[in-house]
């Protein structure tokens, strides 16, 4: 058996990054669920390792953040979105629409890593950030997820005013998966005449191929990606896509899409996709601001209680929404 956290410091894994290795092999130990075939219950025990680990290792989000829920209506039924808003007494006028990671099988706006740091981006960028849930697979195929996320954006336009804020200030990010269904949400809001005010990407899942990635067979044991072909059928399943985009490096033509910050991990299977998307961004015209995080993994970004680095990363995330609303930037650190 593989030693990972042995194997990522030999690699030139950051130590804070294999210290919290070393958690997520004990946690996961105790948590069988986490392989079972049952689509929920699977989730159910990553949900169980993901706030064990948040606990451990993100800092707390700002307390005088304002949480609250909204049911919003899809095509398909009604889904949870959470609003994240900052401290203050005049409400934001720009708008951020966040999408969670999970491979497209797990995943939840719920899990206490999103919370922490959607409570620090809010409050430390300035603005309304809108946390989606979305449906997953393989109970719900391609593209089922996308059509939320989409009716979320509409949603989120068209309420703006009751919301307090601009219906044309309103961007997306993601994380991973969800980095991926944000790229495509934003391609699809440019084709419908919509023009967002940004996007952010993070370790974007840009590419349903990357086999033949330098990154993904370099860095493959680290991030447990296992096998592609897997998560692959498990969120197309096993249905051709006829033609519809999948991913952002389906999209043929990049111009007019909003300006993008594209952060990338050095040790990430999906650091070449999505480092080979922003050079096409900005190919294309668009303005992107882009970011390798050295030492750091897939997911380890999250690490803020111990990693000045994914701290950094928080910190290049804040400081371009608050650019984004116009407001002075604060230090990295």
């Not at 990430?268 to 303005?287: I, N």
């Amino acid at each position: 058996m593989v030693n990972v956290p042995s194997l990522a410091r030999t690699a030139g894994c950051e130590s804070a990054v294999v210290d919290w290795l070393d958690a997520v092999g004990d946690i996961a130990g105790a948590l069988p669920q986490l392989q079972s075939p049952d689509p929920a219950l699977r989730r159910r025990a990553a949900h169980q390792l993901s706030d064990a680990l948040a606990t451990r290792f993100t800092l707390p989000g700002d307390a005088h953040c304002e949480v609250s829920e909204h049911r919003v209506r899809t095509r398909a039924g009604e889904i949870t979105v959470l609003r994240y808003q900052p401290p203050g007494e005049d409400p934001p006028q720009l708008a951020h629409l966040s999408l969670h990671g999970g491979g497209f099988v797990l995943g939840s706006v719920r899990e206490a890593v999103n919370d922490r740091l959607l409570r620090h981006r809010a409050a430390a960028g300035g603005v309304a950030i809108f946390a989606a849930e979305y449906r997953l697979a393989p109970e719900h195929p391609f593209p089922a997820g996308l059509e939320d996320c989409l009716d979320v954006l509409h949603w989120l336009i068209e309420t703006a005013p009751g919301l307090g804020i601009s219906p044309d200030r309103i961007g997306i990010g993601g994380i991973s998966a969800g980095g991926n269904l944000a790229g495509l949400v934003a391609a699809h809001a440019r084709d419908s005449g919509l023009r967002l005010d940004h996007q952010i990407l993070e370790v974007p899942g840009a590419s349903l191929h990357i086999d033949q990635d330098a990154s993904y067979h370099q860095s493959n044991a680290l991030s447990d990606f296992g096998d592609l072909s897997e998560t692959r059928s498990a969120y197309l399943g096993g249905a051709d896509p006829q033609g519809r985009w999948t991913a952002p490096a389906d999209i043929p033509d990049l111009a007019g899409l909003p300006p993008a910050l594209v952060l990338t991990a050095e040790f990430d299977p999906l650091r070449d996709s999505g480092e080979r998307y922003a050079d096409r961004l900005a190919a294309a015209g668009v303005p992107v601001q882009t970011w390798r995080a050295p030492g750091h993994l897939h997911g380890s970004m999250s690490i803020t209680r111990t990693s000045a680095t994914a701290r950094a990363w928080q910190g290049r995330v804040t400081d371009f929404l608050r650019s984004r609303a116009r407001l002075p930037l604060s230090p990295i650190s």
